[in-house]
């Protein structure tokens, strides 16, 4: 997971300053999720899972809050009515992961992360989402924002 995750910021890397800065996000995302899964009874070890917890929260919602608004202001801004239908079930994969992303933390923010085999199996299912989340979102950025700097570069 952290090699995709090296990968995305030397293909997107200095492309855009929020993409950057939501990719640096990603890089701590998977060094959170990797000592929490890591961590010797990482379900009760709650302040692991917290950073965890605050960690995913932030970055699932600056995705949608910024990075894909962002990508998709500029699609419009290049006049470019193919991009969103093309991304339109990539986004819609992208809000079901998010939803059990946001589901995982409040589960464990009401203190339902005890069982030890139970976390264990939807903390392994939440890092195989976010994996698909990750491919998914660098798809996205493919099509929305390289066509788009293509563009750019033969118009000037």
Not at 54 to 66: G, N, P, R, T
Not at 102 to 120: I, P, S, W, Y
Request: hydrophobic share 40%; with cysteine.
């Amino acid at each position: 997971m952290l090699d995709s995750c090296q990968n995305a910021q030397e293909r997107w890397g200095g492309v855009h300053k929020l993409i950057d800065r939501w990719l640096d996000d990603r890089a701590k995302l998977v060094t959170a999720f990797r000592a929490l899964r890591d961590a010797k009874l990482a379900f009760a070890d709650i302040e692991k899972n917290r950073d965890f917890c605050a960690i995913l929260v932030d970055y699932v919602s600056a995705w949608h809050f910024e990075v894909s608004e962002q990508l998709l202001s500029e699609a419009k801004a290049f006049d470019d009515t193919r991009s969103p239908e093309l991304t339109k079930d990539i986004r819609s994969r992208i809000t079901d992961i998010t939803d059990i992303a946001l589901a995982f933390n409040d589960h464990c923010d009401k203190g339902n992360c005890n069982d030890q085999e139970r976390f264990a199996k939807e903390l392994s299912k939440l890092g195989s989402l976010l994996h698909e989340r990750f491919e998914l979102e660098d798809c996205l950025i493919e099509v929305l924002h390289n066509a788009h700097k293509q563009e750019e570069a033969v118009q000037v």
